[in-house]
């Protein structure tokens, strides 16, 4: 009777750590995001009033005003947007062809064409940043959101990812399967391999979109049209260290993160819909 | 390769036919031939549109001086001079030692949390599970402004949160027997200090990219059939065995992808040693990382042409490195035979 | 002959009025130059001109990729001090010479030095300047019993206030650092750039450098500096809680205490000369107009209008950018007692330091020397590295990174 209840603590104890430990880390995770969200009520003076300034300010109207007046804020989330949703769901198409290719064919030029790819990631964007643009102006993309998505929707990440996704979850039986069944090579990718790969398509997607919402560099040298900026270009380009409207700035950075938060919670919804709660708990 | 189509299953009926109609079968035949290249016809066009000619770019400067303010036009060539200038470059040397150290320091802690991690997140409920990856994920996607920041907040020498801790713990009546020794090296500078900035940039990293790792994974784990678990279950295995014995080798496509990302992210660390030694103004001996040296060389000091030999020297590096991996690591990760 | 004459009138008028015809033209920079550009747009119609904005870096590293590729820089970008040197040398900018030529005399010599060729060639126009101060607290000052000009005196003399002010818990500065760039930037021998003599070879290991490091190591080593880095949360708490007796900077810093950085401490300071009379300067910024642009004549019209003196006045009641133009000097402003210094009238101060920095020769490899300079400096502050060594190490890397 008392080992039953020993153990029982035992396990108890173990959840209460367990837990504690969890919870530590969403704390250290959530942290900074809400403090951003804090230091937008704020306006520069207060925020920088104490080492870390936990109060509630009075300055968020202010401050969205401010953001307001100081970019074209709106038009600059739409055009993240555009870029972002146009460009992830081009790279889901792209990369699950290649990666189903690369994962399912035996073909010449396969391991050429994968160590070209893994190699292209090895290759510092900062530099490359040069030849980039003068592709870009020389087939007379610039100032176009296509010059922000395009080069980045063959992104061998994704490649890579869908590659090692396919190995790992599409059996090889269903494919031939689907062959015999007299089903064409696009048809099979289409409507039996496509489907199996829904989590790993999420996953990408949420990676995708987080790097073209993100991306700076690029849009820096080819967008200089103020209807055309994204908005990582306009929360940049009011930073300096002269009168930088703060509360503004960070006002518009929590706003700005807010849809990757909302692209994340949607796709994590597909991501483990692999997973049937019921077989893997305890 | 496990998964091998390009031998059709029905190889048979078709040669069958293909003495009956030559010509049309030669078609279908050649039309079977090319199915992965048209597969791979996205990479392969935009690829060749946008990314080759940046590789050869690269090449061609490698071996000239260049000023970029001075236009295309005053490229020099200069042989090997790069290389031998780069080669013999010590903070080149440094810089590699300081990248290859941070990369260890953030990137094997990042994948020994980020495994069990997720294989406990999906053990979970539904919905403990969600919000809680959910959180992790966060770093990742909050901006580098507002991370900057508050991580300046909390290294800070005499305010900072962390040093706060620390002293109280120092001089606490609780815990100031085993911590006293720390009020010695008050007021700790995490991002000022030489000796320690490696270590602060590689916990950002770490904290920035777990929750990353964390989401690879449970993708990863979401392939995993029940059955497999039921199984182990009926033969008596516990959560731990499950974890070392299903779970850990299933991955394994998943651990080589995530890895050789980490691999290739952390070689190329640019963003969070560049805000942490304020634009490599502090304890940059230790703190500045190869491709910071890159940019400097590359924007600050206008020498592209040293720039991209240096850009292909790392690119030797991580090739190496990478190389490596696959070859111990490739055969299973990549799913062979 | 009176028709021909009349023609050739009429033609002549025709082609200047082409030139002078409405254009589109982009100013590219960095804010502040949003404000001032929103602010004093409305008076300048000959054309219209189209903004675009990036912080510092972004801008810098734009402007940098369109004149390797000859194309996308707007038709007048805004240049940094810092960048100016390496920029105006390799041939990207419009030749400005003549244009620049009625106006020239009108402003701060060094300035215009800065954005003049090696060939003598103007490729760049001063249109702000930041003359060098120390900034300090008179009610430290006061209470310790020194009086400014025994501190100011020498470097020597700051330093002996420094350890004064340590014995009552006050640091001289936030960072050593400061001490030591002031030095080695302020004090140049004549016939010598900034880091390399008139025939290019490096000065780094010579007497300036190593009195600069000297200076700073004796601040470091006697605990007289906070060892913070400038344009941080702790910087700014340090100006605020009043850990700092001392600052050296550019006269835009007063605009930052005054508003953000440290309100509250209004009244208590005072700006000076740098020790030992020293003229210095921290920033400024220039116009240029790439030669990729299609409206170089709209291009210059701009520059005219925004270095004109009341647009040179507007900029500093605008944006606090001090006016390169020196005939502004004289305008009523300047007279202006600030309430901030304790009612001291410093603009007079920095008009007078504006017009008296030497002009020094510029050199292609300043960039590479700086970096470098500055590494070698923090290995002896921080990890105590020997300034024989380090200066002798960053002479190598400098012989060998200037080709």
């Not at chain 2, 700790?188 to 929750?211: A, D």
Request: contains cysteine.
């Amino acid at each position: 009777m008392t080992r039953l209840t020993a153990h029982i603590n035992l396990r108890l104890i173990g959840r209460a750590i367990l837990w504690a430990a969890l919870l530590t880390g969403v704390f250290m995770t959530v942290f900074p995001f809400f403090w951003s969200l804090l230091m937008a009520t704020h306006d520069r003076t207060t925020m920088f009033s104490s080492g870390l300034n936990l109060s509630l300010g009075d300055q968020l109207i202010a401050n969205y005003a401010r953001l307001l007046d100081t970019m074209d804020f709106w038009v600059g989330m739409l055009n993240s947007f555009s870029v972002s949703i146009i460009g992830t769901i081009a790279s889901l198409l792209f990369c699950s062809m290649c990666g189903y290719a690369l994962a399912v064919y035996q073909f010449r030029g396969r391991n050429v064409l994968f160590g070209m790819m893994i190699c292209s990631m090895m290759l510092p964007p900062i530099l490359t940043l040069i030849p980039y643009y003068m592709v870009i102006d020389a087939i007379g993309l610039t100032n176009t959101h296509l010059a922000v998505w395009l080069p980045f929707s063959i992104n061998p990440f994704g490649i890579f990812l869908i590659r090692q996704y396919v190995v790992a979850s599409v059996p090889r039986d269903l494919l031939e399967a689907a062959k015999l069944d007299g089903a064409s090579a696009f048809r099979t990718y289409w409507s039996v391999v496509l489907p199996l790969l829904r989590p790993g398509l999420a996953t990408l997607a949420i990676v995708q979109f987080v790097f073209l919402w993100n991306n700076f560099l690029q849009p820096l040298v080819v967008l200089t049209s103020s209807e055309k900026m994204v908005i990582t270009q306009m929360l940049r380009s009011v930073q300096g260290i002269p009168n930088t409207p703060w509360g503004a700035l960070m006002l518009g950075t929590f706003i700005s993160i807010l849809p990757l938060v909302g692209i994340y919670m949607a796709a994590s919804r597909q991501m483990i819909s692999g997973l049937t709660s019921g077989a893997v708990k305890n | 390769m496990s998964t091998n189509l390009e031998t059709p299953v029905s190889a048979p009926a078709n040669s069958a036919a293909e003495r009956d109609n030559a010509p049309a079968d030669r078609w279908r035949t050649l039309w079977h031939k090319s199915t992965p290249y048209w597969f791979m016809s996205p990479y392969i066009l935009i690829f060749g549109i946008f990314g080759i000619f940046p590789v050869f770019f690269m090449i061609f400067l490698s071996f000239h001086t260049w000023n970029p303010v001075a236009g295309l036009g005053s490229m020099e060539f200069v042989g090997l001079e790069n290389y031998a200038l780069s080669l013999t470059d010590p903070t080149l040397w440094q810089t590699l030692k300081n990248t290859i150290l941070m990369a260890l320091y953030s990137g094997v802690p990042q994948h020994l949390v980020a495994l069990p991690m997720a294989y406990l997140l999906v053990q979970l409920g539904k919905r403990a599970r969600h919000w809680l990856t959910t959180a992790y994920f966060l770093p990742y996607v909050t901006s580098t402004i507002a991370v900057s920041m508050i991580f300046f907040v909390m290294f800070s020498k005499e305010s900072g949160i962390i040093n706060q801790a620390l002293t109280g713990l120092a001089n606490g009546t609780l815990t100031g027997w085993a911590f006293g020794w720390i009020n010695d090296l008050m007021p700790i500078g995490w991002v000022q200090e030489n000796s320690l900035i490696r270590y602060s940039v590689s916990f950002v990293v770490f904290w920035k990219y777990v929750g990353f790792n964390i989401v690879i994974y449970t993708t990863g784990l979401a392939t995993i059939s029940d059955d497999l678990y039921e199984a182990a279950i009926m033969d008596g295995a516990n959560a731990v065995q499950r974890f070392f014995y299903i779970a850990l080798p299933l991955l394994r496509p998943f651990i080589f992808f995530g890895v050789t990302l980490t691999i290739i992210g952390n070689m190329n660390l640019f963003d969070e040693p560049y805000v942490l030694t304020r634009g490599l103004q502090q304890a940059s001996t230790n703190g500045m990382t190869i491709s910071n040296y890159l940019y400097r060389v590359a924007w600050e000091w206008l020498d592209m042409g040293g720039a991209a030999a240096i850009s292909w020297i790392l690119f030797v590096v991580i090739g190496a490195f990478t190389g490596f991996y696959f070859w111990f690591f490739g055969r299973r990760g990549l799913g062979g035979d | 002959m009176t028709l021909k004459k009349t023609l050739g009138f009429t033609l002549a008028t025709a082609g200047l009025m082409s030139s002078a015809l409405a254009a589109d033209i982009r100013f590219d920079g960095f804010p502040d130059y949003d404000s001032q550009l929103e602010a004093i747009l409305g008076g300048f119609d000959q054309h219209d001109v189209d903004m675009l904005m990036n912080e510092h870096g972004g801008h810098h590293d734009k402007l940098k990729t369109n004149l390797a590729t000859g194309s996308g820089a707007g038709d007048v970008v805004l240049i940094d001090r810092g960048f100016v040197g390496s920029f105006i040398n390799q041939g990207g900018f419009v030749d400005l010479t003549e244009e620049y030529a009625p106006y020239k005399d009108g402003f701060a010599d060094y300035a215009v030095a800065q954005g003049t060729s090696a060939d003598g060639r103007q490729y760049a126009v001063p249109v702000d300047l930041g003359p060098g101060v120390v900034y300090y607290r008179r009610d430290y000052m006061e209470d310790m019993g020194y009086d400014l000009d025994d501190v100011m005196t020498s470097w020597d003399s700051y330093i002996d206030y420094g350890r004064e002010l340590k014995k009552h818990d006050v640091l001289l500065m936030g960072n050593a650092m400061a001490l030591a760039t002031a030095y080695w930037n302020f004090n140049v021998e004549s016939g010598n750039g900034l880091y390399f003599d008139a025939n290019g070879e490096p000065l780094v290991t010579g007497p300036r450098f190593q009195r600069a490091f000297e200076l700073a190591k004796t601040v470091r080593e006697e605990g007289m500096d906070a060892n913070i880095a400038e344009w941080t949360e702790e910087w700014y708490a340090g100006f605020r809680e009043g850990r700092f007796a001392t600052q050296m900077s550019g006269a835009w810093l007063l605009g930052h205490l005054k508003n953000w950085m440290a309100p509250d401490t209004a009244g208590n300071w005072g700006v000076s000369n740098l020790p030992d009379n020293t003229y210095g300067t921290w920033g400024g910024s220039f116009l240029a107009i790439p030669k990729q642009s299609d409206n170089p004549e709209a291009a210059w019209d701009l520059i005219e209008y925004m270095i004109s003196e009341d647009m040179q006045l507007a900029g500093f009641q605008n944006i606090a950018a001090f006016p390169a133009h020196t005939d502004t000097y004289d305008d009523p402003m300047f007279g202006e007692s600030i309430d901030f210094l304790r009612g001291q009238k410093a603009r007079l101060l920095f008009a007078d330091i504006a017009e008296n920095v030497e002009p020094v020769e510029p050199h292609e490899g300043d960039q590479i020397a700086e970096s470098l300079v500055t590494t070698a400096l923090e290995q002896v502050l921080n990890d105590g590295v020997d300034i024989d060594t380090a200066l002798a190490n960053a002479e190598r890397q400098i012989k060998r990174r200037v080709r």
